[in-house]
């Protein structure tokens, strides 16, 4: 059986999902995939030639689970030929690979019936986790010629910023804009709509600070006819640079009127803090830095995501910055389900605490006191509900004339809503800012981007799930195949929470030290022979001189037992980190040694065995 193969993966990385299978089923009309490949660059570098056969294979499975409907091309696209012309035709980028300039090719074209165009210009090998959603989604895309519609309404500038427009002549997205235009139709809307497109499929609202009465009438009538809908509302948006540094940007009353309706408040003035979640930055200088948790910096991980929603099971670590809170009244008419939550080890921060662009990151460690609560970052929203506008849809900015609206009538007024409404709503807008989430390198003289956190798969989840499109959903949920060793971070966590609590207690020292030194040393005041106060620095008696040499004895041996406590909690770490490397290296080599040498002796013994005569 040559063709059997057994996938022992953790995470059946060599297996395909019943995501991608179910694509596969939808298929209607053939799709064709044209893979470029320099042989060159694969014996230049080995790596792309690994990842070369890693593609092979992912096609292979594909291919025979479409029964024939995926095809696949292969081109060595050599200097000045037609493959080379091919590759350049569809968008594939060459680079260079040695000192003459000839192009190498490793890109992905995918085309359907009607000459779509699904392109990776090049593989990059840190991809390499999420191939298979990259392939599954040019599939899905090629396939279906109708995505899903989403109308964004954002104050942030994250389908472009008009003034990068005026200074360079056009318009870049953040990296999560780049990502929606990919999957989905976009519509931008302004915040003062007075009536929403009927292409919409779901809304999109981005820290919404200045939107008009009817617009919000508008969203909850979207809402009450079916539509479902994404909220994020910050209570400080560090993305918004629109104000002063040291003004905070909110939009919790953005949404007032129907969150007030539906009993369910973002907190307004107080964000999470959290130690076990808090990201690590450099609290000091350049030149003396000092590492240091942010407590309103926070990574997620699984265990504070919900495993039981498509749209946060098994995502990759999200990075939220000074995210607020979702509190439901015990009167609410909607089912709050949280996906993303705090630690136990968290509280409220007050907004003023982390005001302005320097924040006392090692003052708010010092201060910090979990209170044993978890806070809900983001949620589901599911329920059935009243208006907010009992007496009736708040008036146009632009009303229509009598012709227009003979031609046109409104829509009546839904006064409840006609089947539960569903709803996402993130307490946080500054996970969809680049430096939350994406890392960009410059590669062979383009750049690269990288994605360091989940958060642009976590929106784009999000949509896909509320637009009732799953399929790419458990594809995401595999993208992560490095994990980290907890054990490890737990322990360089609490060694580093001590070593941040001896360096409080260094620093105090140090400063009480320094003060008592400054005020031996220091000048004093004296009464001249006119009566006025002068004054003058007085020559340090021998008893002085020793009290400042034993305090500078002290401040010594200060450092130095900090110097052996950092020692002392380093090696915990060393000792764990060499256990795990022997366990995935050295381990399995042997057992495997000793297994084949028991083998080897059991079939001598009964080779020998056979050989007696007796």
């Excluded at 996938?7 to 209607?28: A, C, F, N, P, Y």
């Excluded at 500038?157 to 003034?163: E, H, L, V």
């Excluded at 009244?329 to 968290?346: G, Y």
């Excluded at 009992?390 to 009303?399: E, F, L, V, Y």
Aim: glycine content about 6%; proline content about 6%; some cysteine.
């Amino acid at each position: 059986m040559p063709n059997v193969r057994l996938d022992v993966t953790e995470d059946r990385i060599h297996t395909l999902s019943h995501g991608t299978r179910q694509i596969l089923k939808e298929i209607d009309d053939p799709v064709e995939f044209h893979l470029f490949f320099s042989e060159q660059l694969g014996r230049d570098v080995p790596l792309y030639a690994s990842y070369r056969r890693r593609i092979r294979e992912l096609f292979a499975e594909i291919i025979s689970a479409s029964d024939g409907k995926v095809i696949l091309y292969e081109y060595d696209p050599k200097p000045f030929s037609e493959d080379e012309d091919t590759a350049v035709s569809f968008g594939v980028q060459g680079v260079p690979v040695n000192q003459s300039r000839v192009l190498a090719y490793f890109g992905l074209a995918g085309t359907n019936s009607v000459d779509d165009v699904e392109l990776i210009p090049f593989f990059q090998p840190n991809r390499e986790n999420l191939l298979e959603y990259d392939l599954a989604r040019m599939i899905h895309t090629l396939s279906d010629s109708a995505p899903a519609t989403v109308g964004i309404i954002s104050s942030l500038p994250i389908m472009g910023d008009m003034r990068t427009q005026i200074v360079s002549g056009g318009i870049v997205p953040w990296g999560v804009g780049v990502r929606l235009q990919s999957e989905f139709d976009i519509i931008n809307l302004p915040e003062s709509i007075d009536a929403l497109p009927d292409a919409i499929d779901v809304l999109m609202i981005v820290h919404p600070r200045a939107l008009s009465k009817r617009a919000i009438y508008e969203i909850e009538q979207f809402l009450f006819r079916g539509g479902r809908a994404i909220l994020f509302i910050d209570p400080k948006a560090e993305s918004d640079v629109s104000l002063a540094p040291d003004v905070a940007s909110a939009s919790v009353y953005g949404l007032q009127p129907l969150l007030q309706k539906w009993r369910v408040k973002v907190s307004n003035g107080y964000l999470v803090g959290d130690r076990s979640l808090a990201l690590r930055i450099n609290a000091g200088s350049v030149a003396q830095p000092i590492p240091a948790d942010f407590l309103v910096w926070l990574g997620v991980g699984d265990n504070n995501m919900n495993q039981d929603d498509p749209v946060t099971s098994r995502l990759p670590m999200l990075n939220l910055a000074s995210s607020g809170f979702i509190v439901r009244t015990e009167d609410s008419p909607l089912k709050v389900e949280p996906l993303i939550f705090s630690s136990k080890n968290s509280r409220p921060i007050a907004v003023e605490d982390v005001r302005g662009l320097i924040p006392d990151v090692l003052g708010l460690l010092e201060q910090f006191k979990p209170d044993d609560n978890t806070y809900i970052m983001a949620a589901r929203l599911t329920g059935n509900v009243n208006t907010a506008f009992p007496d009736g849809p708040p008036s146009r900015t632009i009303k229509k004339t009598e012709q227009e609206l003979a031609r046109s009538p409104d829509p009546v007024q839904l006064m409840r809503s006609d089947d539960p409404i569903n709803i996402i709503v993130v307490a946080d807008s500054d996970l969809l800012a680049d430096r939350f989430w994406l890392r960009k390198q410059q590669f062979f003289g383009r750049e690269v981007e990288e994605a360091i956190a989940g958060n642009a798969d976590f929106v784009v989840n999000a949509l896909g799930n509320l637009t009732g499109n799953d399929a790419l959903l458990t594809l995401r949920s595999r993208s992560v195949s490095q994990r980290g060793f907890e054990r490890v971070r737990e322990i360089e966590q609490r060694a580093e929470n001590h070593l941040q609590d001896q360096d409080r207690i260094l620093r105090n020292t140090l400063k009480e030290i320094q003060d008592k030194i400054t005020g031996l040393e220091g000048a004093h005041t004296i009464q001249n022979a006119t009566g006025k106060e002068t004054a003058v620095k007085l020559p340090l008696t021998k008893n002085q001189r020793a009290d400042i040499e034993t305090l500078r004895q002290e401040m010594r041996a200060t450092r130095k037992q900090l110097r052996t406590v950092q020692r002392g909690l380093r090696e915990d770490v060393e000792r764990l980190e060499a256990r795990l490397q022997f366990l995935n290296i050295g381990l399995i080599p042997i057992m495997v040694s000793c297994l084949a040498l028991a083998l080897g002796v059991v079939r001598a013994v009964r080779v020998r065995h056979k050989n007696i005569v007796y």
